[in-house]
């Protein structure tokens, strides 16, 4: 387990999908993010799940935050999905391993961009990586 920040803006994020029992389709997900030093929870609704939707989402959230937004970016479990599938691991157990249900978005991880590509990228959006 990973011991967050504990500086104020810190703050760990996820997507909640409400889509059912499938992912397939267009629904409406919602975008939590926490301050991990106060506690502070920030929810926005977002259509969808594409970049465009998140990054704004993100800014929007950005603004409303009572302290300036410092951003971790979670890459472990796309990291690991990564590494899983590239050595050949079936997809059982690689869903068994990160806690993915079948069908899932999870089984998207690690699909695209090198961590470092997604990293550098990051950094150029003027937020500060810890």
């Known amino acids: 387990m990973c011991a967050p920040s504990r500086a104020p803006g810190a703050v760990q ?3 909640v999908l409400h889509c059912g029992e499938s992912t397939e389709g267009f629904h409406l997900s919602n ?3 926490v301050d991990v030093a106060s506690g502070w929870i920030e929810l926005e609704p977002i259509w969808g799940v594409g970049a465009v939707g998140v990054g704004a989402g993100v800014e929007h959230i950005h603004r409303r935050l009572p302290v300036p937004l410092r951003v971790t970016v979670g890459v472990v479990p796309a990291t690991v999905k990564g590494r899983l599938r590239a050595a050949q691991v079936p997809l059982d157990v690689q869903n068994a391993i990160l806690s993915h249900a079948a069908g899932s978005v999870g089984e ?5 961009y090198p961590t470092s590509v997604l990293l550098e990228a990051v950094s150029k959006i003027n937020y500060t990586a810890t």
């Open 31 to 33: 975008l939590v993010v």
């Open 108 to 112: 998207s991880y690690g699909v695209g």
């Open 13 to 15: 994020g996820d997507l």
